[in-house]
């Protein structure tokens, strides 16, 4: 701890607090050290508690509008739910894609196309297959299933994906 020589001002480094005066080596002053004041440790909980709850609070807020930006800017998603597989009358086995197409946000949507990518091993596209799904309008917080069987046969694809078409393409 530090303390300062009420005279002359020459600061001193201490251990401890001493129980006795202390003496100032320059000019001779003597006086008591006071001990610092204890902080109080409920209120120094207290303090740590609210800063963490202000830091969980900032947090939650800012993934909130980050999910409101990201519903904003792209309000249908698409996803896969289920791959099954079904063979033709030439006995060639193909994948049905099953899924769903959800309206994220508070408005009505028209449903785009969707396009099917299926890959092979080295994750080059071996195919995209784009078709309509059942529903052409989702109202707000509203899905639609699809179903969907692919052309190309079940050994050349090792990975499928599902994107909604966009207005270019």
Not at 41 to 63: G, K, P
Request: glycine share 6%; proline share 5%.
């Amino acid at each position: 701890m530090k303390t300062v020589c009420d005279f002359c001002k020459t600061e001193y480094s201490l251990d401890s607090v001493p129980n006795v005066p202390v003496k100032c080596a320059i000019c001779g002053h003597t006086w008591m050290v006071q001990r610092p004041p204890r902080r109080n440790s409920w209120l120094m909980f207290f303090a740590a508690l609210c800063a963490l709850l202000a830091a969980v609070v900032f947090a939650v807020a800012v993934m909130a509008q980050h999910k409101m930006r990201e519903i904003q800017t792209h309000p249908l998603i698409a996803e896969i739910g289920d791959i099954t597989t079904a063979t033709d009358e030439n006995g060639i086995s193909h994948f049905v894609v099953s899924g769903h197409v959800q309206n994220r946000s508070d408005q009505i949507y028209g449903v785009p196309g969707l396009i099917i990518i299926s890959y092979d091993a080295d994750n080059n596209i071996v195919d995209r297959q784009r078709f309509m799904p059942s529903a052409t309008l989702l109202d707000a917080g509203g899905s639609a299933a699809f179903t969907h069987t692919l052309s190309v046969p079940v050994n050349t694809v090792d990975r499928i994906s599902v994107e909604l078409e966009t207005q270019g393409g």
